[in-house]
């Protein structure tokens, strides 16, 4: 995007001036894509589009304004997404493994005190993410898995709940139905369905943030990869690869192929890079790159990662694997100038 000064980018640049944070808390109506964003805190990032956009980062930044802790606004961030049914990538409502049973993952990393906290394989509760923030307040330890993380969840007051929905249900269905020619699993007989064509659902949210003080935090959560062979677990839950936070330098976290990440240490790789003098945009455009160059080049690339990074003075960056020309990722951020959306850079196009 070009950096001269249109009409648009001078009313964007005047529109904050003179605004409180409890003011724009309650509308946060600008909405500008660009490439780049200049330093600016407080601010809340998360790796989706302008559409949950809205949904998660509006009530983030309204809890950052009324409580002033940057690590309850992306719990509130994130636990919209967990909480809402339509979603089939996080939380309530997530593609199940391949048994049909709903595994959420989650982490939570907080700059000041260097802490942190997850879950993993974690079934029958909504938001793994407040979880994963008890395990690191009250616990000395920082991961807790399976049943052992749902005994914990109920000793703190989480109701279980049916995590399936019948949205994600039929899904599931659908393509257990359709897997093999071979099995006792049949389809409805005017059922179109290729498994070939079926993308493989790794969807995640990470929302990082960044108080007036350069207090940092932040929260990764998924319901990972669809149909996954139960007990696996991703990059979300790992300290490092799914998330990563450092009060000196800022915050990263990652969605896409997890097993990717986590080979690559990705969030701590971008933390590192932004340690070392990167911007987040670059330090970001430099995991992608190393993705792709272990992996052997872009021609053996059939996955997909996309990763976020904020820095402490307020700045971020987004970047891709993968991604289409005409609709390429996204991820956006909220502050006092309002929400604003950042097209990712992306290294290997995408064939409509």
């Keep these: 995007m070009s950096n001269k000064l249109t009409r648009r980018n001078f009313l964007y640049k005047t529109t904050g001036v003179g605004l409180s944070l409890p003011f724009i808390a309650k509308f946060p109506e600008i909405i500008i894509r660009q490439k780049k964003s200049p330093g600016r805190i407080p601010i809340i990032l998360c790796s989706r589009d302008e559409e949950w956009a809205k949904k998660v980062l509006t009530p ?15 719990e509130k961030g994130a636990n919209v997404v967990e909480l809402d049914p339509e979603d089939t990538s996080v939380g309530y409502g997530g593609l199940p493994n391949e048994e049909g049973v709903v595994q959420l993952d989650a982490s939570v990393m907080f700059g000041p005190s260097h802490k942190c906290g ?23 330890h920082m991961i807790l898995v399976g049943e052992g993380a749902l005994r914990f969840a109920k000793a703190h007051g989480f109701k279980e709940e049916d995590l399936l929905t019948e949205k994600s249900r039929l899904e599931w269905l659908k393509w257990k139905e359709n897997l093999s020619t071979d099995d006792d699993w049949l389809p409805p007989a005017d059922g179109k369905y290729d498994p070939k064509k079926e993308e493989h659902n790794t969807g995640t949210i990470n929302v990082l943030g960044v108080d007036k003080n350069g207090d940092i935090a932040g929260i990764t959560t998924t319901s990972g990869l669809a149909y996954k062979i139960p007990g696996r677990v991703g990059d979300s839950p790992i300290i490092g690869a799914g998330l990563y936070v450092d009060n000196a ?8 192929r997890g097993e990717e990440v986590i080979r690559t240490c990705g969030s701590f790789f971008i933390v590192e890079k932004m340690r070392g003098g990167l ?3 670059e330090a970001c455009e430099a995991i ?46 909220i502050s006092e100038g309002g929400l604003k959306v950042v097209q990712a850079k992306y290294f290997i196009e995408i064939k409509e």
């Design 118 to 140: 997850s879950v993993a394989c974690l079934e029958r509760i909504k938001t793994p993410s407040s979880v994963a923030r008890l395990v690191m307040e009250r616990t000395d």
């Design 249 to 256: 330098v800022g915050a990263a976290g990652a969605t896409g």
């Design 60 to 74: 983030a930044w309204k809890t950052l304004a009324q409580s002033g802790s940057i690590l309850d606004a992306v």
């Design 288 to 333: 992608c790159q190393r993705i792709i160059e272990i992996n052997g080049g872009p021609e053996k690339i059939n996955f997909t990662d996309k990763f976020v990074a904020v820095s402490k003075s307020g700045e971020v960056g987004c970047a891709a694997i993968r991604g289409k020309k005409n609709e390429p990722p996204e991820a956006a951020f």
């Design 279 to 281: 911007s987040p945009q």
